[in-house]
């Protein structure tokens, strides 16, 4: 037998082939072994097969063990691994898992080696047999490199492998490894087929990962995948009328044919190639793939959006608005789970940072300014997004540049004062005030042409006014009122009495000319003897005044009012009661009195003392006699004065820091009439009471009443016709606003005095010969009458105001309105709307229609009339309506008209139909107003109809029973329109109050702040919230006052806490004086000083000009009281009363 049978025929020891040469022979000389013999093969191989045959009686591990214990010479293979077993039982279990592979292995390579079985045959021959083994394996080669040979180049070992019985297994060093890459394997369709893994490690992973929640970052990419659209193959969608989906039947040709797989014909098409073990026809193929597609690609909506901004921006990118959404888009592309935002692990580790979405809008918006380098919008965000990055100096530099590059954008001034005014690590008031004083210089240059390089823009000359009056009030609210009003008195002077041989010079020049004026020492605007710039020019040109001593008038010797009246009250209460009475008496500037010889170092503050300094930058020329009037009225309205004028949105939310807005307007809750009082939110000048105490009162000192009086004395000879009219309005309505404040507050004794002036100044108003036909001057007296108690006289001056009026009837507004306000006093008086037909309001809304004059009620209303007056009142509804699509010249006097016909026909229906007539009456003139694109008069006619139906349907709800959801609808319809309009909110809130479930009312609020940057809804959800709370603890508490917790917390605490910081990281909140006041105040009635103490820092570092934040921490934390006067002295806020005043005041 050869030592390799494949080769036995190649030589034989001792024979030599004829046909192969002396080379070929040597070649495979290698091959002979002579020392080989056949006897020891046999017995070899004998041995094995005795070895197999024999029972296996013990384990193999049992076996292994017995012949490891009897042989004390064992080799190193074995030593081994025992003692890694013995060192590595003491570590990690996958040690152990590695070192009992390592003693299989030994074991079956023990087992295949020969002769150990049996030692009884000797040593001696299988010694012999290794050696030859070895020396074979020494003169191996590849069977590559033999050449000339013809047959095959393998042969087929027949020898068997007892180890692959025993073990039931290859052995593993005799296997091929390789490292799977992936689950699938070459040449299978990976749609159709698949391996499955045993003993994949990925799979053994899996099986143990926990099951993922639906919060998951998984979870929440399977809730924002796109759904799969279902639809019929043969059928549109069912039509939206059908009550039922049809199902769609098979037709004869779709049944399946029966077959050995599907004997009954009951499997489609595609069961049946499945259980024929084909797959699905080609064309089946893409539409079973869409799923997965979809699938697989579970964020295509947002990828699909960004990829659409990025080619709008890439394809126009001087799209400016574009830009600005696509940096909106960042928030939403942020907030979910997407392939753009952060991994798990990083989600884990920085929690979404805020930061990350800020650098990607801030990267962004420097390509779009790279595209548009001139567009400020873009500037204004990116300086926005650099606030949270940057030190404060360096976005002010930033801010600085952007103003330098842009001087004549008033929008752009108003962002950069608003932040130099709420940044409390730089803000000093003599800074910003110098600021505006720059801002509005070199607006008014620009405005004269005086700064060639950059051009006016359209409407400069309304935001200058805009930012005049932002500054007056920034001032109001850092203490310095007398700056304030000095302001507004130079202003006047510089705009109403202006010689004209200064007109035509630029502002600056101007400036120049008022200076003499300024320091001159002559009475200003508001004061005793004051005339005027003018007049005073024009006596300069002639050699001056001459000075002739006036009569010594009696003056009645003011006692002076104690400031200090309890000094056993702690220092902080004493410090804010004298604080608080000079705010209210020395808000107007000091001046020398000349008759007293008074000079300048007699003033006792010099803070009172206004410079040119002070105000010569911030002058402004106002060309437009509107907005010279609004001027007028915005003085007015600081002051106090009742005007209908409302602070503009760019500052409304900055200058509102007073608790009134939630005050109902009306006296003694009548909802017909309503009366226009002061602007609620915002203090008048003097007025810095606490938010528990609210406004105490109207009016100001004596000094400061002789002041408006005086005001309007000078100014009213200025005007003629419609605006000497409204001037005279506004000076009785603020006589009628006091006594209104009297009659709520109760004292008789200053109601009586206050009702003899306001009567005496309505009476001389009309003594005027220009004033005796002024219908609404006849209508404010009687109406003072009424509020007197005068109901008679009251009924007299209006009849006599509409029989002067003549036969004008509806064709005048202004009789329309006064017969308005007469029936709606009258029908307040009736209980019920029975024998409403024959009583007074019925006669006066009756007679408004006729033709002749009017004549007083005699007792009765004939049904005649009542019929013509409808039938008169539908034809004047139709022609008006017809007549809104007016020129704007006569928008103004048509809205007018309107509201006060619609009001008089909706009130004349409610009397003699009923509710339902009247309401829809209001509804049909509403929606006919909606359908119609109108002009801004026309707007506030529709708020003033709407506010109308509001109150009329509150007024029948007090009278009689009536379900709330007509007006709780007409509430909600109003609002949506008209989310600022306070009065409305108020109403709202009262009507909520009164219902259990709060959700309706919630979800309303909630959805308005998400449509309006307004503030109101806040605010006021913010009231319903605290009046709640309120009805909730008074239910819970006792006689004695305390607090007892039988009904549970309903979380209506962490709701209003949640609304307020929702509120207050609005842009306009975040700078709302009276948001932070609201929020603090909340804190302490919890009785949480520390947190009341932080929300205080956090308010001074977006409103520190605001001087009512300071008292009212001293109010809330009196221990603080030197720290905070400390903080207003280092920002210049105004201090009356310095802390060492204070101690001499107590001690004398």
């Known amino acids: ?29 290698w091959l002979i072994n002579s020392s080989f013999r056949n006897e020891d093969a046999l017995r070899l191989h004998q041995h094995s097969l005795e070895v197999t045959d024999l029972p296996s009686e013990k384990s193999p591990l049992v076996r292994y063990q017995l012949e490891l214990s009897g042989e004390s010479d064992g080799s190193e293979s074995f030593q081994k691994p025992d003692k890694k077993r013995k060192k590595k039982k003491r570590h990690h279990k996958k040690v152990k898992k590695r070192s009992r592979r390592e003693y299989s292995t030994c074991d079956s390579e023990s087992d295949t080696e020969d002769g150990e079985g049996d030692r009884n045959k000797g040593k001696g021959v299988e010694s012999n047999l290794g050696d030859k083994t070895s020396d074979v394996s020494s003169h191996s080669i590849w069977l590559d490199d033999v050449q000339g040979l013809t047959a095959e180049v393998f042969r087929t070992d027949k020898k068997p492998d007892p180890a692959n019985w025993q073990y039931k297994s290859l052995y593993r060093g005799d296997i091929a490894r390789y490292k799977r890459r992936s689950g699938f394997c070459l040449g299978l369709d990976r749609k159709r087929q698949h391996i499955i893994w045993e003993n994949s490690a990925a799979e053994k992973k899996r099986s143990h990962k926990r099951p993922e929640r639906y919060f998951t970052k998984d979870g929440l990419k399977l809730v924002n995948m796109d759904s799969i659209p279902v639809c019929s193959k043969s059928q549109g969608s069912p039509s939206c009328s059908s009550s039922w989906i049809p199902v769609s039947q098979l037709g004869t040709d779709d049944v399946p044919a029966t077959s050995s797989v599907n004997p009954l014909g009951i499997y489609d098409p595609l069961t049946t190639l499945w259980l024929q073990g084909k797959g699905p026809p080609e064309h089946d193929t893409p539409k079973q793939e869409e799923p997965q597609v979809i699938c697989e690609n579970r964020h295509s909506g947002l990828m699909a959006k960004v990829e659409e901004y990025n080619k709008k921006v890439r394809e126009n990118p001087t799209d400016v608005k574009t830009w600005m959404d696509f940096v909106s888009f960042q928030d939403e592309l942020m907030r979910g789970p997407s392939c753009y935002s952060i991994n798990e692990g990083e989600q884990e580790k920085r929690k979404k940072s805020f930061r990350l979405v800020l650098e990607k809008k801030l990267a962004i918006l420097e390509k779009a300014i790279e595209s548009n380098p001139n567009n400020v919008d873009l500037k204004l965000a990116r300086l926005k997004l650099c606030t949270e990055f940057w030190e404060p100096s360096v976005v002010v530099k930033e801010w600085q540049k952007l103003v330098f590059l842009h001087p004549n954008n008033p929008a752009l001034w108003q962002k950069y004062l608003l932040f130099c005014q709420s940044q409390f690590s730089t803000f000093v008031v003599s800074k910003v005030h110098s600021l505006y004083g720059k801002c509005l210089s070199t607006l008014s240059a620009v405005q004269d042409g005086s700064m060639v390089s950059h051009p006016a823009l359209p409407g400069t000359e309304e935001a200058m006014l805009a930012i005049y009056l932002q500054q007056c009030h920034f001032l109001r ?15 006047m002077d510089f705009t109403f009495f202006k010689p004209d041989n200064v007109k035509d010079l630029p502002t600056r020049g101007q400036v120049e000319f008022f200076e003499p004026f300024w320091d001159g020492g002559e009475p200003r605007i508001g004061e005793r003897g004051a005339k005027g710039w003018k007049a005073w020019m024009h006596q300069q040109e002639k050699g001056g005044w001459i000075v002739i ?34 705010e209210g008496r020395h808000w107007l500037p000091w001046r020398p009195d000349k008759t007293k010889k008074q000079a300048e170092e007699d003033c006792e503050d010099p803070e009172r003392q206004v410079l040119f300094d002070d105000l010569g930058p911030s002058l402004i020329k106002l060309s437009s006699p509107d907005l010279q009037f609004q001027l007028l009225c915005s003085f007015l309205q600081f002051l106090g004065v009742p005007c209908g004028c409302q602070l503009l949105p760019s500052f409304l939310y900055i200058a509102m820091d007073e608790n009134d807005i939630f005050e109902p307007r009306q006296h003694k809750q009548s909802p017909l009439t309503s009366f226009d009082l002061p602007l609620s939110g915002v203090s008048s000048i003097g007025q810095m009471d606490s938010v528990a105490q609210g406004r105490k009162r109207v009016g100001h000192s004596k000094e400061g009443e002789e002041f408006i009086q005086n005001f309007f004395h000078m100014m009213l000879p200025l005007f003629s016709g419609e605006e000497k009219s409204k001037l005279s309005n506004y000076w009785l309505q603020y006589e009628i606003a006091k006594v209104i404040q009297c009659l709520k507050t109760g004292n008789k004794k200053k109601l009586k005095s206050q009702g003899k002036k306001s009567k005496k100044l309505a009476k001389n108003l009309l003594k005027v010969h220009e004033n005796r036909n002024n219908l609404s001057l006849w209508q404010l007296y009687a109406y003072l009458e009424w509020l007197l108690g005068n109901v008679e006289d009251a009924r007299k001056v209006f009849d006599t105001a509409l029989i002067m009026a003549g036969a004008a009837g509806t064709n005048n507004p202004q009789f329309c309105t006064v017969s308005l306000l007469y029936a709606e006093l009258e029908a307040e008086l009736l209980e019920s709307l029975e024998g409403a037909l024959e009583s007074r309001a019925s006669h006066i809304l009756t007679s408004l229609t006729e033709k002749g004059p009017y004549m007083p009620y005699s007792g009765q209303v004939l049904p005649v009339s009542i019929l013509k007056a409808r039938k008169t009142y539908e034809h004047l509804l139709q022609d008006c309506l017809n007549r809104s699509s007016v020129p704007d010249q006569e928008q103004t006097g048509t809205s007018r008209h309107l509201i006060s016909l619609v009001g008089c026909y909706t009130l004349f229906q409610y009397i003699t139909l009923g509710i339902d007539s009247a309401v829809l009456i209001c509804r049909h003139v509403c929606e006919k107003l909606k359908g119609e694109r109108l002009g801004q008069t026309f707007t506030t006619a529709l708020e003033a109809l709407m506010l109308m139906h509001t109150s009329l349907l509150r007024y029948h709800m007090k009278t009689s029973v009536y379900p709330l959801r007509p007006l709780r609808e007409a509430l909600l319809e109003a609002l949506k329109m008209y989310p600022s309009n306070q009065s409305l909110w108020r109403a709202y809130i009262q009507v909520q109050s009164k219902s259990h479930s709060a959700s309706q009312a919630r979800r309303f609020v909630d959805s308005m702040t998400r449509t309006t940057k307004s503030l109101e809804p806040w605010l006021f959800a913010i009231q319903a919230e605290l009046m709640r709370k309120k009805l909730v603890e008074s239910v819970q508490r006792v006689a004695t006052g305390d607090v007892y917790a039988t009904i549970p917390e309903t979380g209506l605490t962490n709701r209003i806490k949640a609304l307020f910081e929702r509120a207050v990281e609005t842009e306009n909140g975040a700078h709302c004086p009276l948001l932070w006041r609201l929020y603090i105040y909340f804190m302490i009635s919890l009785g949480d000083k520390e947190k009341g103490k932080g929300l205080f820092y956090r308010a001074l570092q977006n409103c520190p000009w605001t001087k009512v934040l300071y008292m009212d921490a001293i109010e809330y934390f009196p221990d603080m009281l030197q720290e905070i006067l400390d903080l207003m002295a280092e920002k210049e806020l105004r201090v009356r009363v310095p802390i060492e005043e204070l101690e001499l005041l107590l001690e004398d």
């Open 477 to 491: 609210q850092a203490g310095h009122s007398e700056k304030a009003v000095s302001l507004f008195q130079a202003l």
């Open 1 to 29: 037998m050869a030592l390799f049978p494949a080769f036995a025929g190649a030589a034989k020891p001792g024979e030599a082939p004829a046909n192969e040469s002396e080379d070929s022979r040597r070649e495979l000389s």
């Open 549 to 582: 001593n006036p009569p010594d008038e009696e003056e009645e010797d003011e006692e002076e009012e104690q400031e200090i009246k309890d000094k056993s009250l702690p220092k902080w209460q004493n410090w804010l009661c004298v604080e608080r009475s000079r």
